[in-house]
């Protein structure tokens, strides 16, 4: 019998172009612009300006290709790609600036400017005549991406403020990149020392300024390259620009957390995380109805609190509580034993789901938590178990925290400097509020065993 042919189902995405260096460690560079255009979806597309030998350690040398050879390469892609938006990287010398500049002119697309002039290491990666140059480029930029010491070099301003952020100097920074002929310019903070990053983002019509936590790790190589590839993704695809800034910090942000912990040095900027992350959500969600089915079958009425159980899992690199699922109504007693309301699906949290991502800030591996019923009975059995317990008290409260779950959950996990790893957490009620405990696990499989442990200390 003869094997049919398939038929072809042909995906179109935007294509991007990256114009950059090659980063031989595979952290930065054209190697973390084409993950990440493909992360965002997009078609990765690239001229290489140089070849670096590097890794996780620093830059040992450099070369520049030839100008032909990187015309040769723009030709080659603006003569055949429907190219939807351009980002440029490490373009090292003079000549290179002024070649890409002459490019840039005839572009009829967005046209993202990141102006690496040193690494997050200290390397150089751009001659200092070559800084005069790129006055011309950026009068062509539909956006420009400096850190604050490339925002000092090319405007004068120094944004670190006596050495932290100063949001006048950054606002003013991109004010005078504006002037250069810039559409926008968006002044990072990562490299400014702090709690918080403050990024600021100027535009003709608005100023617009977001602080957001500092993820404390030196892994940050390649997170200027990821940040502007993903803003010219996005802008491919046709969104807005404040609206393409927003998700790409985001998207960076999770990157940066998430790293990869290879090499000898800080280690690599995560450009799949996001990715990654997206593809977890069905697993998570079987592996939550998997704890439910055991639940249901092994009817722990026993443990089930009146305002019901809920069993949570996280994705991988969960930032938010609808990257949770959980099940929606909770699970509740019923004349014969115990039963979910409703089925399991993302977002059905709140209490357990919060108290799970504010513990994941300091015990990221933790994606799996049950809250179960406490009285006199369960405090008996869970002092039979050799587990780790902590407890919180809602008394302690401050007026001005954020939410009881997110405060729980940071005076439980972020107490714990001597490296305890809490099993169960208690939670005594308090007036109108039922005692609870919560236990947290790695896996479904071990928070599935340590509710059996818990119900089989019971006697039930």
């Known amino acids: 019998m003869n094997t049919p042919t398939r038929t072809p189902a042909p995906v179109e995405k935007p294509v991007v172009l990256t114009i950059a260096g090659s980063d031989s460690g595979g952290g930065a560079g054209i190697q973390a612009d084409l993950k990440t255009i493909e992360a965002m979806g ?58 890409v500049t002459d490019y840039a002119a005839d572009f009829d697309r ?12 200290g390397d150089r990666l751009l001659s200092e005549d070559a800084e005069a140059a790129y006055e011309a480029l950026i009068a062509e930029a539909t956006l420009v991406t400096p850190n604050a010491d490339e925002a000092d070099v090319l405007t004068g301003v120094d944004v670190r403020g006596g050495g932290h952020a100063d949001e006048a100097g950054a606002r003013l920074a991109g004010q005078r990149l504006l002037t250069m002929g810039a559409d926008a310019a968006l002044v990072k903070g990562g490299h400014i020392p702090g709690d918080e990053v403050l990024d600021v ?13 500092r993820v404390e790790t030196d892994a940050t190589h390649g997170s200027g390259c990821a940040l502007s590839a993903a803003i010219a993704t996005r802008l491919a695809h046709g969104e807005p620009l404040v ?9 960076m942000e999770r990157a940066v957390r998430y790293h990869h912990d290879v090499g000898e040095g800080p280690g690599a900027v995560h450009h799949l995380a996001a990715l990654r992350n997206e593809a977890a959500k069905n697993p998570t969600a079987e592996a939550v109805e998997d704890v439910v089915r055991w639940v249901v079958e092994q009817n722990v009425r026993a443990l089930v609190p009146e305002v019901g159980m809920n069993v949570v899992g996280a994705t991988p690199y969960a930032e938010e509580t609808t990257e949770t699922a959980a099940v929606e109504g909770r699970i509740t007693k019923t004349m014969s034993g115990v039963q979910p309301n409703r089925g399991v699906r993302f977002g059905a949290s709140s209490h357990v789901a919060r108290f799970l991502i504010e513990a994941r800030e ?11 019923r406490f009285d006199d009975d369960v405090e008996a059995a869970l002092d039979s178990l050799d587990w780790t317990v902590a407890e919180y008290d809602r008394d302690d409260e401050p007026a001005d925290a954020e939410g009881t779950m997110n405060w729980a ?4 996990f972020g107490d714990a400097a001597d490296g305890s790893r809490p099993v169960a957490v208690l939670d005594r ?31 039930t």
Request: negative net charge.
């Open 42 to 99: 997009g078609f990765g597309t690239s001229a290489v300006t140089a070849v670096t030998a590097q890794n996780t350690l620093g830059v040992d040398s450099s070369h520049v290709l030839p100008i032909e050879e990187l015309e040769a390469q723009l030709d080659a892609i603006l003569t055949d790609f429907d190219v939807r938006a351009v980002k440029t990287g490490m373009l090292a010398t003079t000549e290179v600036v002024e070649t």
């Open 110 to 121: 967005p046209l993202i400017v990141d102006p690496v002039m040193v690494a997050a290491r």
């Open 201 to 213: 983002l100027v535009t003709p019509d608005d100023i617009e300024t977001a602080r957001h936590p």
């Open 243 to 251: 609206d393409a800034v927003g998700r790409s910090v985001a998207f």
């Open 362 to 372: 300091f015990q990221p591996d933790l994606r799996f938590a049950v809250n179960c």
């Open 409 to 412: 959950a940071r005076a439980v």
């Open 429 to 459: 009620g308090s007036v109108g509020k039922e005692a609870i405990v919560k236990l947290v696990a790695e896996s479904s499989e071990t928070l599935a065993e340590r509710a059996r442990e818990l119900h089989g200390a019971l006697g």
